[in-house]
Protein backbone atom coordinates (compact mmCIF):
# COMPACT_ATOMS: atom_id res chain seq x y z
CA UNK A 1 0.00 0.00 0.00
CA UNK A 2 1.47 3.39 -0.79
CA UNK A 3 1.34 6.16 1.62
CA UNK A 4 1.79 9.90 0.60
CA UNK A 5 3.33 12.52 3.46
CA UNK A 6 3.02 15.93 2.67
CA UNK A 7 6.61 17.61 2.65
CA UNK A 8 8.83 20.25 1.95
CA UNK A 9 11.98 18.58 2.48
CA UNK A 10 11.66 14.88 2.66
CA UNK A 11 12.04 15.00 6.39
CA UNK A 12 9.06 16.61 8.27
CA UNK A 13 5.35 17.10 7.36
CA UNK A 14 4.29 19.93 5.70
CA UNK A 15 1.66 22.00 7.24
CA UNK A 16 -0.61 22.93 4.42
CA UNK A 17 -0.80 20.17 1.81
CA UNK A 18 -1.81 22.64 -1.56
CA UNK A 19 1.36 24.54 -0.51
CA UNK A 20 4.01 22.16 -0.04
CA UNK A 21 6.72 21.48 -2.35
CA UNK A 22 5.78 17.30 -2.65
CA UNK A 23 5.24 14.47 -1.26
CA UNK A 24 7.19 11.50 0.47
CA UNK A 25 5.96 8.56 -1.47
CA UNK A 26 6.24 5.47 1.16
CA UNK A 27 5.23 1.83 -0.16
CA UNK A 28 4.42 -0.11 3.24
CA UNK A 29 4.06 -3.70 3.42
CA UNK A 30 3.61 -5.83 6.46
CA UNK A 31 3.91 -2.78 8.41
CA UNK A 32 7.60 -2.34 7.10
CA UNK A 33 8.67 0.58 4.94
CA UNK A 34 9.62 -1.53 1.95
CA UNK A 35 10.06 1.46 -1.24
CA UNK A 36 10.14 5.71 0.14
CA UNK A 37 10.43 8.17 -3.06
CA UNK A 38 9.98 12.07 -3.39
CA UNK A 39 7.20 13.56 -6.18
CA UNK A 40 7.76 17.23 -6.42
CA UNK A 41 4.68 18.86 -5.85
CA UNK A 42 3.90 20.40 -9.77
CA UNK A 43 0.39 19.93 -9.92
CA UNK A 44 -0.90 22.32 -7.77
CA UNK A 45 -2.02 25.95 -8.08
CA UNK A 46 -0.77 26.93 -4.83
CA UNK A 47 2.59 25.33 -5.24
CA UNK A 48 3.02 27.09 -8.39
CA UNK A 49 2.86 30.66 -6.73
CA UNK A 50 -0.58 30.96 -7.85
CA UNK A 51 -3.01 32.64 -5.60
CA UNK A 52 -6.50 31.20 -4.85
CA UNK A 53 -8.60 34.01 -4.38
CA UNK A 54 -11.58 32.22 -3.06
CA UNK A 55 -13.74 32.46 -6.28
CA UNK A 56 -14.72 30.03 -8.52
CA UNK A 57 -13.73 26.61 -9.15
CA UNK A 58 -10.18 25.04 -7.34
CA UNK A 59 -9.86 22.24 -9.88
CA UNK A 60 -8.02 19.10 -7.76
CA UNK A 61 -8.18 17.00 -11.04
CA UNK A 62 -3.91 17.30 -11.09
CA UNK A 63 -3.30 16.21 -7.64
CA UNK A 64 -6.07 13.61 -7.18
CA UNK A 65 -4.49 11.82 -10.67
CA UNK A 66 -0.89 12.41 -9.15
CA UNK A 67 -2.08 10.37 -6.05
CA UNK A 68 -4.50 7.86 -7.06
CA UNK A 69 -1.88 5.22 -6.37
CA UNK A 70 -2.03 6.40 -2.95
CA UNK A 71 -4.35 5.05 -0.26
CA UNK A 72 -3.44 7.09 2.35
CA UNK A 73 -2.35 10.97 2.80
CA UNK A 74 -0.69 12.22 5.81
CA UNK A 75 -0.54 15.59 6.08
CA UNK A 76 -0.88 18.55 8.97
CA UNK A 77 -3.41 20.58 7.52
CA UNK A 78 -5.49 21.33 4.16
CA UNK A 79 -8.53 22.83 3.45
CA UNK A 80 -11.98 21.30 3.27
CA UNK A 81 -12.66 20.94 -0.91
CA UNK A 82 -9.23 18.55 -1.01
CA UNK A 83 -10.22 16.68 2.15
CA UNK A 84 -13.75 15.91 0.53
CA UNK A 85 -11.98 15.24 -3.13
CA UNK A 86 -9.16 12.79 -1.83
CA UNK A 87 -12.08 11.03 0.44
CA UNK A 88 -14.50 10.83 -2.73
CA UNK A 89 -11.56 9.19 -4.45
CA UNK A 90 -11.07 6.86 -2.06
CA UNK A 91 -7.88 8.43 -0.41
CA UNK A 92 -8.09 8.31 4.06
CA UNK A 93 -6.89 11.57 4.89
CA UNK A 94 -4.87 11.53 7.82
CA UNK A 95 -4.60 15.00 9.62
CA UNK A 96 -1.75 14.90 12.24
CA UNK A 97 0.75 17.27 14.43
CA UNK A 98 2.85 14.77 14.19
CA UNK A 99 6.41 16.70 12.32
CA UNK A 100 8.73 14.03 11.10
CA UNK A 101 7.41 12.09 8.19
CA UNK A 102 9.32 8.46 9.63
CA UNK A 103 7.49 8.78 12.54
CA UNK A 104 4.47 9.01 11.35
CA UNK A 105 4.15 6.18 8.70
CA UNK A 106 5.98 4.17 11.31
CA UNK A 107 3.05 5.21 13.47
CA UNK A 108 0.37 4.79 10.66
CA UNK A 109 1.67 1.31 9.84
CA UNK A 110 1.06 -0.04 13.42
CA UNK A 111 -2.38 1.55 13.61
CA UNK A 112 -0.93 4.37 16.48
CA UNK A 113 -0.81 7.61 14.46
CA UNK A 114 -3.59 10.28 16.09
CA UNK A 115 -5.62 11.79 13.62
CA UNK A 116 -7.59 14.92 14.05
CA UNK A 117 -10.28 14.34 11.72
CA UNK A 118 -11.76 16.82 9.38
CA UNK A 119 -9.15 19.61 7.71
CA UNK A 120 -7.30 22.20 8.76
CA UNK A 121 -4.77 24.83 7.61
CA UNK A 122 -2.49 27.50 9.67
CA UNK A 123 -2.45 29.95 7.13
CA UNK A 124 -5.93 32.13 7.29
CA UNK A 125 -4.06 34.98 8.91
CA UNK A 126 -1.46 35.14 6.04
CA UNK A 127 -3.42 34.70 3.23
CA UNK A 128 -7.13 35.99 3.83
CA UNK A 129 -10.39 34.18 3.62
CA UNK A 130 -10.74 30.97 3.92
CA UNK A 131 -8.66 27.65 3.52
CA UNK A 132 -9.82 26.08 0.25
CA UNK A 133 -6.51 23.45 -1.29
Known amino acids: MKVSIVSDDGRTIASHFGRSRGFVICTVEDGRVIDRSYRANSFTGHAQGAADTGQGAHPHGPIL ?57 DHHGKHGGGCHG
Request: glycine residues 8%; proline residues 4%.
Open 65 to 121: EALADCAVVISRGLGQRIHDDLTRSGIKVFVTSEMDVEAAVNLWSTGALANRPGPSC
